[in-house]
């Protein structure tokens, strides 16, 4: 008796092992394109998973409850009812244009809060200065040689008082951060009386560095809005999240806001799979554009499915039975022309046949 053929093994082509090696060798390069180009190893980049990426940043905000979104254009800044939305910026690579700062100040004035995170960049300072915020980052690196994770460049700052972003929160803990010149702003976090800034940068303490309790984030109010500045943007880096109380301090940055806007603006370039995923999500055009396609191409994949069915009674019989056939006709056909087929095999081929007619009506 010949053998039923398996029905799982009819829809899969036959390929030597060369072209299963082929095939194989292609399948893993396109992942490992589409991987890259959805990824990124940019310092801070929100689609970078390393010790040095923000990726976790997203996770932070979204469990804090804020619908989180991924700024690629200034103009995402919400200028009305901006009370709940909070945006990120951390260490902003090339300058805000005139237009862009009008933007963001229109933003805090309008009760948007905004957290800048800088080092040693002007950027911070330029954009701190375009909202009308009074804080500054000193730019000089601080050290701490009693208080610190590892070493002195990690050191470890304490809250200044009772605030909503310091609540549960004991120590953060800096990497080769900076301080914050507060003006009128409110220190919220402090460097311990044992710290220093590096003036000559030989990361010891002599000449005229002094000892000093000095904020490394601080908090004031500009309009309707808020200004939160933070002497150091690797806090908020994968690794540094779990270090000392960060990712708590961060997770009580974003609370109580709707929206976390995390501005990247004006940083690295967004992976070209998220850039073009970001695009879709923000035109509803492009959102209708790409679900008409999609819905083609499994229309059109759906239709060429039963192809296979037809090639293989086809196969199976040599040619297809007479069209008037009723049902009970295609069976008694087969089994005269296949007595080696067992019934089960001769009603799945009889059922292949019969839903084939519609089409083939249709195309008639």
Known sequence: MVSEPSP???????LTLPQLLLAT???????????????????????????????????????AGANVTVGTNVSQYPTSDADGTVAVVLSPAEPYS???????????RSGGTLVVAEDYRPRGNDLLAAVGADARFDGRPVYDNRNYYR???????????????????????????????????????????????????????????????????????????????????????????ERGDNRRFVRNIVADHDTALLDYSHASSIPPVAAAVLAVQRSDALLLFCGVVLVGALLAYDRRLDEPIRDRFREYSGREPEPHLSR???????????????????????????KQRPDRQRND
């Open 98 to 108: 005139s237009s862009e700062r009008a933007r963001i100040a229109e933003f805090v």
């Open 25 to 63: 060798y292609t399948a893993l390069t396109v992942i490992a394109l589409v991987y890259a180009a959805s990824t990124s190893s940019a310092a801070f980049g929100a689609y970078n998973s390393q010790w040095d990426g923000a990726g976790e940043l997203r996770t932070v905000a979204a469990d």
């Open 328 to 354: 009970d006709g295609v069976e008694k056909y087969l089994s005269g022309r296949h007595p080696d087929w067992e019934s089960a095999q001769v009603k799945r081929v009889t059922e292949a046949v019969i």
């Open 8 to 14: 799982d093994d009819s829809w899969l082509p036959s």
């Open 151 to 241: 070493n002195s460049s990690l050191p470890e700052a304490t809250p200044a008082g009772d605030y909503p972003e310091t609540t549960g929160v004991d120590t953060i803990v800096l990497n080769y951060g900076t301080t914050v010149r507060a003006g009128n702003a409110t220190p919220l976090v402090n460097t311990s009386e044992y710290a220093y800034l590096d003036t000559n940068g030989n990361a010891n303490l002599d000449g005229a560095e002094q000892l000093a309790s000095r904020p490394v984030v601080t908090s004031e109010l500009v309009g309707d809005g808020r200004v939160i500045a933070v002497s150091d943007p690797s806090l908020f880096v994968n690794a540094m999240l």
